[in-house]
C-alpha cells in the first residue's frame, strides 16, 4: 500500500532555511506528480508547491514563489522542500501527497495519499 513519511519539520527562526524530506513506497515513485500542501492552525490546507514525475516542471503557491524549492529524487524514492526565508506566516503542518492519477496541479482534492504531516514553526 502507498505510504508517505515526511520528517524534516522543527522550529526555526525568521529568515531561516529548513528542508522536508518525503519517503514514499509502495507504488511506482517516478510515475506520479507529488506535492506539498499546508495547514496551519485555524486554516484550511493550502498547496504549497507540486513537481512533475521526473522533476522538469514546477508550481509554486504565489506566498511562496522565490523562496521555496520543491524537488525529487526518484532513484530514492523521496521528495523535497527547500524552504528558504521562512517567515511566521510559514508556520502549518507540511503534508506530502500523490494523486491517485495523472493528475499534476495543486487541487487538494485530486489527491488520494497522504503523509501524516510534520509542523513547521517560524517565530
Known amino acids: 500500500h502507498v505510504q508517505l513519511v515526511e520528517s524534516g519539520g522543527g522550529s526555526v527562526q525568521a529568515g531561516g532555511s529548513l528542508r522536508l524530506s518525503c519517503a514514499a513506497s509502495?507504488?511506482?515513485?517516478?510515475?506520479?506528480?507529488m506535492g506539498w500542501f499546508r495547514q496551519a492552525p485555524g486554516k484550511e490546507r493550502e498547496g504549497v508547491a507540486r513537481?512533475?514525475?521526473?522533476?522538469?516542471?514546477?508550481d509554486y503557491a504565489d506566498s511562496v514563489k522565490g523562496r521555496f524549492i520543491i524537488s525529487r529524487d526518484n532513484a530514492k524514492n523521496t521528495l523535497y522542500l527547500q524552504m528558504n526565508s521562512l517567515k511566521p506566516e510559514d508556520t502549518a503542518t507540511y503534508y506530502c501527497?500523490?494523486?491517485?492519477?495523472?493528475?499534476?496541479?495543486?487541487?487538494?482534492?485530486?489527491?488520494?495519499?497522504w503523509g501524516q504531516g510534520t509542523q513547521v514553526t517560524v517565530s
Open positions: 501527497a500523490a494523486p491517485r492519477s495523472s493528475y499534476c496541479g495543486l487541487k487538494e482534492g485530486l489527491y488520494g495519499y
Open positions: 509502495g507504488y511506482t515513485f517516478s510515475s506520479r506528480c
Open positions: 513537481v512533475s514525475t521526473q522533476g522538469r516542471s514546477t
